[in-house]
Nanobody, 113 residues
Framework: QVQLVESGGGLVQAGGSLRLSCAAS????????MGWRRQRPGKQRELVAS?????VTNYAGSVKGRFTISRDNATVVLQMNSLKPEDTGVYYC?????????WGQGTQVTVSS
């Protein structure tokens, strides 16, 4: 099992920055992909960014150039700059270990205009 603890998030004005962090514990040795998904109001959960154990990153088109994902062992960080009101939503940490997926509890990000 893998336990995930998220931190960061909150309320920020448009153009501001936030940093999300997700620390994994437990059986972390075979974690392959770590990343973030979000669920915006009225929309389905979607990929924000992910990073593999070899450092390969993948970003949603809407966040490219504004968000940066990084990883240090079992911690993944999402640096969010130039935030827009449409970035508002609940952000979930997700990790893949073997054939299993583990999710964090979610953290609210609210960007005011």
């Amino acid at each position: 099992q893998v336990q995930l603890v998220e931190s960061g998030g909150g309320l920020v004005q448009a153009g501001g920055s936030l940093r999300l962090s997700c620390a994994a514990s437990g059986s972390t040795s075979r974690i392959t992909v770590m990343g973030w998904r979000r669920q915006r109001p009225g929309k389905q959960r979607e990929l924000v960014a992910s990073i593999t154990s070899t450092g390969v990153t993948n970003y949603a088109g809407s966040v490219k150039g504004r968000f940066t994902i990084s990883r240090d062992n079992a911690t993944v960080v999402l640096q969010m700059n130039s935030l827009k009101p449409e970035d508002t939503g609940v952000y979930y940490c997700k990790v893949v270990r073997g054939s299993s997926e583990f999710w964090g509890q979610g953290t609210q990000v609210t960007v005011s205009s």
